[in-house]
């Protein structure tokens, strides 16, 4: 892996930012603020590796310009990993437009919250979007839950970088972290 893109890394994904920094050579991060690349820079043994871009993801010009210029210094990103909230899909598309446009193959790595899984809600406008790109494999990562002693619980933040780290290493198509089923053991 020679470029890598994260888009949320600087919170439940910094464990996978700092894996990824001592695996590649440059690992780009979209965070909104600065701070967070502070903990990441310091916990690396890598810090020259990272290449922040602080920007609001939901901010379709900005993000277009930041990744293209980004892409431009840096070179073609063969991997993103993206953790985007509902309320800024449209980033998915913003991100696959400039993969596909790069006229390489490359992996979009797509984290679903647990949700994702609800029996009643198995859909994503996501997967047809990324179904138009001919440069661009699309995967799912999947957030569940965990049970201890009968109880359940959220995936910590390094439970959650571990099996990022894990899906991305594997290449797999679609990789679950932590339980998925049965949906009424969810925690709530």
């Known amino acids: 892996m ?13 464990g996978a930012v700092k894996k990824f920094l001592s695996e590649c050579e440059t690992v780009s991060v979209i965070a909104r603020h600065e701070n967070g690349f502070k903990k ?17 993801y939901s901010d379709a010009d900005l993000l277009s310009g930041k990744l293209m210029s980004s892409i431009h210094s840096k070179g073609a990103v063969s991997i993103a990993v ?42 994503s406008d996501t997967e047809r979007i990324f179904s138009k790109y001919r440069n661009i494999f699309y995967k799912r990562i999947i957030l569940g839950f965990k049970t201890e ?29 932590g339980l998925t089923e049965p949906w009424k053991k969810k925690q709530l």
């Open 82 to 123: 993206s953790w985007i909230h509902s309320h800024s899909e449209k980033s998915h598309e913003i991100i696959g437009d400039l993969l596909n446009s790069q006229n390489i193959n490359s992996e979009y790595y797509n984290i679903l919250g647990s949700a994702y899984y609800n029996p009643s809600n198995i859909s």
């Open 40 to 56: 990441i820079i310091s916990g690396s043994n890598f810090p020259q590796r990272l290449n922040p871009i602080i920007t609001d």
């Open 2 to 14: 020679s470029h890598i893109l994260i888009t949320g890394g600087t919170g439940m994904l910094s």
């Open 149 to 177: 002693n009968g109880i359940s619980r959220w995936l910590t933040n390094d439970e959650i970088s571990a099996g990022v780290t894990e899906a991305v290493t594997l290449g797999a198509d679609e990789y679950k972290i």
